[in-house]
Each structure stands twice: as structure tokens, then as C-alpha cells.
């Protein structure tokens, strides 16, 4: 006979799935700027990072996609890219998940006394009904949410004027910055250099990065 899944292993499976969303990367993009047509460039992470193995990392990212966007990395560069980044110490949040388990049927035992005119007398049985399932309660868990910050700024290096400025917010459960600084940057680059004033919010994951997009 098949056995049934336990109560608690019912809800270790409904909450490994609550969490399996977690790895989703929830962007919101602003962007503000007057870029014309694509320029020479050239890229350097702000202080105190500005000596980081990982910010450099992130500057050939960014620089890869300027390039895709027909830009041009030179020694004598029109414009001075800068960026910056961040990840607070995160908070606590509550969810919970619903707690599957038995709600009807399966083995009924019963017995009692009957009386009549001719005197009493006892009864027992059992009867069986199929089990049948659902939703019996509610478990609460909490988890880690962390709050990660891309900022990426274009001067022009003869003029000194800023021709773009935008900033990349996302929240989750990862408490690394690499691991979503791919994704984040892809959510920035997202129609590059996009409407001015606007701000996009885009769902990634690690495999495709950008997989929604929806502008206000």
C-alpha cells in the first residue's frame, strides 16, 4: 500500500516552495538624462571601492553593455562613467504558507446499546470512507530581506555636466551583492538609455535575468 505523505513532511514541501521565490530579483530602475547618441567612455567605480577586485568585476559588466549600445571604451574618452553600489544589513519578514493535511474520511469506529420492548443489547463496527484532503491551518516562518543599490552616473568630461544618472533597488532574500549585480545591471541597461524620468520595474532570476518589465 502507498503511504501517504506526513503532515510534516506536507508542510516542509509547502514552504521549500515559498522560499524557492525568494531567488527572484524584484528591480526598480530610475533613470534621468539628455544622452543624444552614443559616446567614447570610460568607467571607474567611485571611492572607497574604487580599488575592489569585485567593483572592477562590475565595471567591465556595465562597460560591456555601453559597448552593446554602440558606446566606445577609450583612452581618450568624451565621457567619465562612475558607479557606486550597496547592501544594507537586512530585516526580518513574516509569511506564511498553508498546512496541508487529512479532512475527512478514512477509518470510523463506533458503538452504543440499543433498547426495545423486548429488552437491550450492544453494537460496534467499523466503516471506512476514502481520506480526503486539504488545507487545515497556516505556518508562519520569517526570512532575511536585504536591500541592494546600483548607482551609475555619465559626465561629460569637457564640460563637466552630468548627462545620466540612474538607480538600480532590488529586495530579496541573497545577502551577497554579487549575486545579483548581473541581473541588476541587465535591468539597467534594459532599453538604454530609456525615457527620462521614468521608472521601470523589471523581475529577474538567474538564468534569464530580465523576464518582466513594466514602466511608469
Not at 6 to 28: E, F, H, P, Q, Y
Not at 32 to 49: G, L, V, Y
Not at 161 to 180: D, H, L, M, P
Not at 194 to 208: E, F, V
Request: hydrophobic share 35%; charged share 15%.
Amino acid at each position: 500500500m502507498q503511504m501517504l505523505p506526513s503532515l510534516r513532511a506536507l508542510v516542509t514541501i509547502a514552504l521549500s516552495a515559498a522560499l524557492a521565490g525568494c531567488v527572484t530579483v524584484n528591480s526598480t530602475t530610475t533613470v534621468f538624462h539628455n544622452i543624444t547618441k552614443p559616446e567614447t567612455f570610460s568607467i571607474r567605480p567611485t571611492a572607497p571601492i574604487s580599488e575592489s577586485l569585485e567593483a572592477k568585476s562590475y565595471a567591465d559588466l556595465i562597460a560591456q553593455k555601453l559597448i552593446e549600445n554602440g558606446w566606445s571604451k577609450s583612452d581618450k574618452a568624451a565621457t567619465d562613467v562612475q558607479f557606486a553600489y550597496s547592501i544594507d544589513n537586512g530585516h526580518q519578514e513574516i509569511d506564511s504558507v498553508p498546512v496541508f493535511g487529512q479532512t475527512g474520511g478514512g477509518t470510523t469506529y463506533s458503538s452504543g446499546t440499543v433498547y426495545g420492548g423486548g429488552g437491550f443489547g450492544t453494537y460496534s463496527g467499523t466503516s471506512y470512507t476514502p481520506p480526503t484532503f486539504g488545507i487545515v491551518g497556516a505556518s508562519t516562518y520569517s526570512y532575511s530581506v536585504y536591500t541592494r543599490k546600483l548607482m551609475v552616473w555619465i559626465d561629460e568630461k569637457s564640460t563637466k555636466k552630468r548627462i545620466y544618472e540612474a538607480t538600480v533597488v532590488s529586495r530579496g532574500s541573497s545577502s551577497s551583492f554579487n549575486v545579483v549585480a548581473r541581473c541588476m545591471i541587465d535591468a539597467l541597461f534594459k532599453d538604454f538609455p530609456g525615457k527620462s524620468g521614468q521608472t521601470t520595474k523589471i523581475s529577474a532570476d538567474g538564468n534569464k535575468c530580465v523576464v518582466n518589465e513594466t514602466k511608469s
